[in-house]
């Protein structure tokens, strides 16, 4: 089993930032794992945010977040982070990490194996 625990969401102003991070553990995790951000809004759906794959420098994003949000992860701490800047009203939400020893459509998350208990995000006008 792997156990996700994140934090750092909050109350932030509309241009201002925050750091995400979720800390992994459990008998079978490994560094190995991709390891992603999803966001869920009342009323819409899980959406993908982004991810970070073992072994490929550059991660993935949802195309609304690009130049925004930057994914990275501390192997030794297995910890994965997700830094928001410039935030905007419509990133607010409920965070959740995940992660997933063999997932290939990051942006699907059905296809994704463990989740976070999410953290809150939201941004003020």
């Known amino acids: 089993q792997v156990q996700l625990v994140e934090s750092g969401g909050g109350l932030v102003q509309a241009g201002g930032s925050l750091r995400l991070s979720c800390a992994a553990s459990?008998?079978?995790?490994?560094?190995?794992?991709?390891m992603g951000w999803f966001r869920q809004a009342p009323g819409k759906e899980r959406e993908f945010v982004a991810a970070?794959?073992?072994?490929?420098?550059?991660?993935y994003y949802r195309d609304s977040v690009k130049g925004r949000f930057t994914i990275s992860r501390d192997n030794p701490k297995n910890t994965v982070y997700l830094q928001m800047n410039s935030l905007k009203p419509e990133d607010t939400a409920v965070y959740y990490c995940?992660?997933?020893?063999?997932?290939?459509?990051?942006?699907?998350?059905?296809?994704?194996?463990?989740w976070g208990q999410g953290t809150q995000v939201t941004v003020s006008s």
């Open positions: 970070t794959r073992w072994g490929r420098s550059n991660g």
């Open positions: 459990g008998r079978t995790f490994t560094f190995t794992y991709t």
């Open positions: 995940a992660a997933d020893p063999t997932v290939v459509a990051v942006e699907n998350f059905a296809d994704w194996h463990y």
